[in-house]
């Protein structure tokens, strides 16, 4: 009975559909709304494996330029998170109040918010690439050779900012599935595109890394098509209609308060992950190409963890707006569990089987050294990193994104950052003491993001 009970709500959270999670069971609701966004960013994940793994046959060189464009690029990362935050928080809570009219306005406005910075960060991005590969340590020659990849990226980064957002208002209005869908969509098709377009096939000429990013940004653009039309096709608890794009001051207002700080929040986080490939950089190609196959496997494994802990920010949203803190903090307590349980198994699989991943993944012995080491030592500190994502998406589905920003500056920028740069510098003087740096600082963020969250501030806050 209990294997029956659980496929059936397997095939249930699939199937999906949008839901108020302010009754019944919380690990039902945690079930439903985990699985499909724990697929959701397995997709995601997917996606840099498969780019590093065939950029990985064109050389450090390439493998190089992808980490650092990737590096600046998580800085538009970062405001598709906030603004997706935004959403998530505000559609959750009006979805809480039954007022599901205002649920669907507030998605349509983050979104106009969205395509206007996306037309603002292409052009500034395109026009700028050169310098932000030279600033970030890139050679003449690499430059030269691989501009195109950061161009094509930058300037196709609307496909970026509408899949992280769009589907953070299915995820507010309770339907995770809709994003899990677009994901995998977006996926095949540039698992598809991919080798056609690096290699080439008959017809179709070989671009090499340009066509990387020709790929991706193709297979993310499918991805919209299809969010797109769920979104005005396919009507279900919110009706969506392109007249609520329509700018209203007053929730563009809330909107860049919420989005803003959650913004800042991210940034402060990949800020600080620029100025660690920077560091690791300065130790050569070899490093940087390790470093970089090392975070694209941790990420792979992150992601799914930060699809559980979205649960979090759903519940949390829901509930406060239905008036049950109490129910609100369960369910943060039960996805913490769940998690922690989570990252413990990939932390003892990536240092089983991290060597073996990392020289499937990888042919060069120097680079394949820097990855092991970078799995080996980050991934001992995941149980933290947990505990830090479940609180913290806690804090961002009550409209409380300031908190996890004061929490990432601490974490960030006045521990990890300076211990980074002093023992690869002046103790370690090797690549390895960034690695022990990230490991540290997971500590320090995951013991404040629990006391912060059991203060229970985020309780009272108004959305």
């Not at 699985?35 to 050389?59: H, Q, T």
């Not at 809480?96 to 009219?101: A, H, L, S």
């Not at 026009?127 to 094509?152: F, P, V």
Request: aromatic share 12%; hydrophobic share 50%.
């Amino acid at each position: 009975m209990k294997a029956k009970r659980f496929f059936s709500l397997l095939k249930q959270a699939v199937a999906g559909s949008e839901q108020d999670y302010t009754t019944g069971s919380i690990r039902k609701a945690v079930f439903l709304l985990a699985i499909p966004m724990i697929m959701e960013m397995i997709m995601e994940s997917i996606f840099a494996l498969v780019d590093i793994f065939f950029v990985g046959k064109l050389g450090n060189a390439a493998v190089a330029t992808v980490g650092l464009t990737e590096s600046v690029l998580s800085l538009v990362y970062s405001i598709a998170i906030g603004l997706s935050m935004a959403a998530t928080a505000l559609v959750a809570r009006r979805v809480g109040e039954k007022n599901f009219k205002e649920a669907a306005h507030a998605g349509m406005q983050t979104i106009l918010v969205a395509l206007v910075l996306s037309a603002v960060i292409a052009i500034t991005g395109v026009s700028c690439s050169y310098s932000i590969l030279h600033l970030m340590g890139a050679s003449d020659s690499t430059i030269a050779e691989n501009i195109r990849y950061c161009q094509i990226m930058f300037g196709g980064n609307v496909v970026i900012m509408l899949l992280f957002l769009i589907n953070g208002i299915f995820r507010g209005a309770g339907d995770a599935s809709i994003a899990m869908r677009s994901l995998l969509i977006a996926n095949v098709s540039n698992i598809i595109l991919c080798p056609l377009l690096i290699y080439g096939l008959g017809p179709i000429p070989a671009f090499g890394l340009k066509g990387a990013a020709m790929a991706t940004t193709i297979g993310r653009g499918i991805g919209v098509f299809y969010q797109v039309y769920r979104l005005f096709f396919r009507k279900g608890l919110l009706s969506f209609y392109i007249d609520q794009l329509k700018p209203e001051k007053e929730m563009l207002l809330q909107i860049v308060k919420i989005g803003g700080t959650a913004t800042i929040q991210f940034l402060v986080s990949s800020a600080s992950w620029i100025f660690l490939a920077r560091l690791v950089a300065g130790f050569g190609e070899a490093a940087m190409a390790g470093y970089q196959v090392a975070i694209r496997l941790l990420i792979f494994f992150l992601l799914p963890a930060w699809g559980l802990t979205n649960a979090a920010a759903t519940l949390t949203g829901q509930n406060l707006g239905a008036g049950q803190p109490d129910r609100a903090e369960k369910s943060v307590w039960i996805t913490t569990g769940y998690t922690v349980i989570y990252m413990l198994t990939v932390s003892l699989f990536c240092y089983v089987l991290g060597t073996p991943i990392v020289n499937f993944m990888n042919s060069d012995l120097q680079a394949r050294f820097y990855a092991t080491q970078t799995l080996h030592i980050v991934s001992l500190g995941y149980i933290f990193f947990g505990v830090e994502m479940a609180m913290v998406n806690s804090f961002n589905g009550a409209g409380d994104t300031t908190t996890p920003t004061y929490i990432n500056l601490v974490g960030f920028w006045l521990f990890q950052i300076p211990l980074a740069w002093l023992l690869s510098s002046y103790y370690i003087k090797e690549p390895r003491g960034i690695f022990i740096a990230i490991l540290m600082s997971q500590f320090v963020t995951a013991g404040l993001s629990f006391y912060l969250f059991r203060k229970g501030k985020w309780k009272t806050v108004k959305v």
